[in-house]
């Protein structure tokens, strides 16, 4: 999350959809950086990865109008960011990692322990579409009852064109070959391969509305 009084915007950064780049980008400008969740208080509740509905309830109570800023976050296909997600899990918190083998929980044990494709379908199994990292975009973005917060919502595969001219408009002069790839996770094996038929149907579930409003397609 980046926020600005004086320039007037409000980027909120979905889960590995390069949101530690365009934070990186943002930072000069910004009079609010959002920190790590275990490091927010009652008087700084600005976190990484906080919703619009959480940060607007917070312009609410300090008497800030929320449209009178611009609101932007990046989506990105849910099929790929699952994946994003997962291999970032794995990667933080592997095998190797002594704190994991003596205080992580079981379920990131076995994230570690298991091999790729059944780990990463019990993965997506268990993840709630309304809450935490693998949230789906319309509780990220939306009120209550449906209702968009956001204006703007640049694509994850099109950043390259979309986020220079958009960042042209904040004051940021950028071409796409100043765009930082920061925070990406690595991986030696195609999505698809990794799906099974029961976690592709959850993820069509769970992820209707970007499906539906952006097009994106299974393999694409």
């Avoid at 590995?16 to 009652?42: F, M, N, Q, W, Y």
């Avoid at 789906?136 to 390259?160: C, P, R, T, Y």
């Amino acid at each position: 999350m980046r926020l600005s009084h004086q320039r007037k915007f409000v980027f909120l950064a979905y889960p590995r959809t390069a949101s530690s780049t365009i934070r990186s980008l943002l930072d000069e400008i910004s009079e609010v950086k959002g920190v790590h969740l275990s490091d927010t208080t009652p008087e700084f509740p600005f976190h990484y990865h906080i919703s619009a509905r959480e940060l607007k309830r917070v312009f609410d109570r300090h008497g800030w109008n929320w449209f009178q800023y611009k609101r932007f976050c990046v989506v990105r296909n849910p099929y790929t960011r699952l994946v994003s997600l997962f291999n970032r899990r794995r990667e933080k918190e592997s095998l190797w990692n002594p704190r994991i083998r003596l205080k992580g929980n079981l379920f990131n044990r076995l994230i570690c322990r298991l091999p790729a494709r059944p780990a990463f379908n019990l993965f997506v199994l268990s993840r709630n579409p309304r809450q935490g990292v693998a949230r789906n975009l319309q509780s990220f973005i939306g009120d209550a009852i449906g209702n968009v917060l956001v204006e703007d919502i640049l694509q994850f595969e099109h950043l390259k064109e979309q986020l220079p001219e958009y960042l042209h408009g904040l004051g940021v002069e950028i071409s796409a070959d100043d765009i930082p790839k920061l925070n990406a996770s690595s991986s030696q094996t195609s999505y698809v391969e990794l799906y099974t038929d029961l976690a592709r149907r959850k993820v069509e579930q769970m992820y209707q509305y970007e499906i539906k409003r952006f097009g994106y397609k299974f393999g694409d």
